[in-house]
């Protein structure tokens, strides 16, 4: 869905955080980041507690 962020180089992201900071201010930014980060911890734990409830292993389990 969001596969044009991939190809985003660091120097276009720079570019447009600072963009973002002009127009927005530094506070909505730092609080922007820190909600999408969060938003996108919870999915990652719905989609693995989704995936443990009904069986399906990615591959990714931790061996002991």
């Not at 570019?15 to 506070?27: E, Q, T």
């Not at 730092?30 to 938003?39: I, M, R, Y």
């Not at 990652?44 to 399906?56: H, L, P, S």
């Amino acid at each position: 869905m969001f596969d044009f962020i991939k190809n985003i180089s660091p120097t276009e992201l720079v570019i447009i955080v600072l963009i973002l900071i002009v127009f927005f201010g530094g506070r909505l930014v730092t609080s922007l980041a820190k909600n999408s980060g969060e938003t996108v911890k919870e999915i990652k734990k719905i989609k693995n507690e989704f995936t443990k409830a009904i069986g399906i292993d990615d591959g990714k389990s931790k061996k002991n």
